[in-house]
């Protein structure tokens, strides 16, 4: 058995290959990009997690911990490793201190969040075997964590001086904010869509060949007349989506592979396409709903607009700070000295 756990979905409408070689899905085409800075922007952990394949001795219980609705308590289990149990109390800080970027990107992508965690786990169970050794007490591991002392501190301190105002932004600056920059604010239309993915390389051979594309075309027929949701969950490969009936989610159409959108651009809700050929299977696709698109209301975009204003006054709170404090203390460089240094070995 394969000891390892996959990245993200084998299988989805928008799979393309991942770029440490591994086949995912992102729900975004090529052009795209991943997440934004999703892999390690934990502040105390720096380790990539695509370096990572995680054995299932790891056991992650929740990924709810970034859902505001699914409210956990301190003392919940959120992962086992062997015997020890992963508590939301451990994980929580690391979650705390994730950009709001990064947060985003993770509520939207509950496989990434687990990933995430994962790697998080890994590196406390490193940690824990190093203070077993005594790695802590080695010279070079002294020096580095008074660095890192040093910068903690100074940043924990500046963050605090820059702090926002617990009222701001007012309804008011957010209102004015809205209206001036409602013009950008344009909704591209979305297709709520919904697939049974059948299995079949290219190079399988002609009987299995025609055994795949007669499954896909029994799966349109049945999918145009019956109930398409419990034909995902009985015959779709892709299992995560099946366990949903089928349901990939809301997707804008330029996040649409072009194979898949140019079948179901302008069909109306319900509609099933034919069976679509791409490099791994047959697709058979239901557009569950669509929106057209639109303007977006203050409501839509009010927490939105409240954190960017929030960062920006954050930001020039901080430059203003730190500004005056150079004033303040002016720094002199010998930078023919610094020149030398750089160069010694």
Known sequence: MNDSIPHLPLRTILRHPDPEGSEVSRLRPKGHGRPARVDADFRAFRFPISAFRFPLSVILLSAALLVPCALLAADDVIARVGETEIRAAQVKPYLDNLSEQDREALEKNPAALSQA??????????????????????????????????????????QSVARVPDGFPSDDEIRSV????????????????????????????KPA?????????????VGKSGDFAALARSKSDERESASRGGEVGWLAESQIRPEIRTKVAGLAKGAVTEPIRLGDGWYVVKVLDTKEPHTATLDEVKDQLARALRAERARANRETYLTKLQQQSPVALDEIGLGKLLKQP
């Open 117 to 158: 965690v994962r790697a998080l786990i890994v590196q406390q169970q490193l940690f824990k075997e190093a203070l077993a050794v005594g790695w802590e007490k080695t010279p070079e591991v002294v020096e580095q964590i008074e660095r890192n002392r040093q910068g903690v501190i100074a940043e924990s301190y500046i």
């Open 178 to 205: 809205y209206e001036a920059k409602k013009a950008d604010l344009k909704v591209p239309g979305q297709l709520r869509l919904a697939q049974v993915y059948v299995a079949i390389p290219k190079d399988a051979d």
């Open 209 to 221: 060949q025609e055994k795949a594309k007669a499954r896909a075309d029994e799966a349109a027929k």
